[in-house]
């Protein structure tokens, strides 16, 4: 992986190249990233990141040595000048994830709580078309997998929250109405008997301290002795995903196949995995 930061478009293309095996990347000043400056670095196959509003050179340098010292990426540009003195949780720039050469969404990048990591934040939460565009691109993959209902799966099952939305898009393009969400916790309101909640400890980059995925027991008849199409929609280090993998199996399911939007880290040792984009942050 390579990174630069870079005055404008031009100056990244001539720099990075238009073609290669690595990876490239390019940090420019907010300003200079017009409809013009994005098509040209996605034309050379660039991803764009960007400053904060207000940004300029110094701070596009700043940002691009930082994320190649914490990624451990090669910096490809930079002077002496700009430097990155975030705090945990600030917020420090943007990035453009490209989703299956049909999306494109600017996500904040911020640094996470108590770690020198930074993330670009995949939040679904109260955006509608964005579910919906996710949820379509989503179900058109699957279906050119072969990862049909019928076919290949009987039960669609999800972890809240922010992935709920656009499961609920999926469904419905497939034709069906009920799915299962997977609980972060357990709920006053759930039957502990005949048969009580099930529970499998869980753990995510993005959730500080210890979690647990639940099975409400009135939704263990959806997903007993079926064929289960597991989505989420961000696999980071696969901890909620190998989770969910636990516990169905506890509750008599098997999972033919796992779909997310996106893979932010190795691939999880899951069955048939499927994902529209792997971002670099």
């Known amino acids: 992986m390579v990174i630069g930061a870079f005055a404008d478009a031009e100056r990244a293309v001539a720099a990075l190249g238009a073609g290669g095996g690595a990876r490239r990347a390019a ?3 907010r300003a200079a990233v017009s409809d013009g400056a994005r098509l040209a670095l996605r034309d050379a196959g660039i991803e764009c990141l960007t400053t904060l509003e207000g940004g300029g050179l110094a701070e596009a340098r700043g940002l691009a040595r930082e994320l190649a010292e914490v990624q451990g990426w090669r910096l490809a540009e930079g002077g002496a000048d700009g430097a990155v003195t ?3 949780g600030d917020l420090v720039g ?3 994830l490209r989703i299956a050469r049909a999306l494109t969404t600017d996500r904040p990048i911020t640094r996470l709580h108590g ?3 930074y993330i670009a934040s995949f939040n679904l939460l ?8 996710c949820g379509e691109l989503l179900y058109e993959r699957l279906m050119d997998e072969g990862i049909a209902t019928e076919a290949v ?5 999800c972890s809240e929250s922010k992935a709920v939305g656009m499961v609920q898009v999926l469904v419905e393009s497939f034709g069906g109405d009920r799915y299962v969400v997977l609980r972060k916790g357990l709920k006053n309101y759930m039957p502990r008997a005949p048969r009580g909640p099930l529970v499998e400890e869980a753990s995510s980059v993005t959730t500080a301290g210890a979690q647990a995925l639940v099975l409400d027991p009135l939704d263990w008849a959806l997903v007993e002795g079926r064929r289960v199409l597991l989505v989420d929609d961000v696999i980071a280090t696969g901890g909620t995903v190998r989770a969910a993998h636990r516990l169905l199996d506890k509750a008599g399911a098997t999972v033919a196949a796992t779909a ?3 893979l932010k880290g190795p691939e999880p040792p899951v069955s048939r995995l499927v994902v529209l984009a792997r971002p670099l942050l």
Do not use: C, H, K, M
């Open 260 to 262: 997310a939007i996106l």
């Open 126 to 133: 109260g955006q509608g078309r964005l579910n919906q565009r």
């Open 115 to 117: 770690a020198r990591q």
């Open 86 to 88: 975030a705090a945990s």
């Open 94 to 96: 943007w990035y453009e």
């Open 153 to 157: 799966f009987d039960t669609v099952v």
């Open 27 to 29: 940090v420019l000043p």
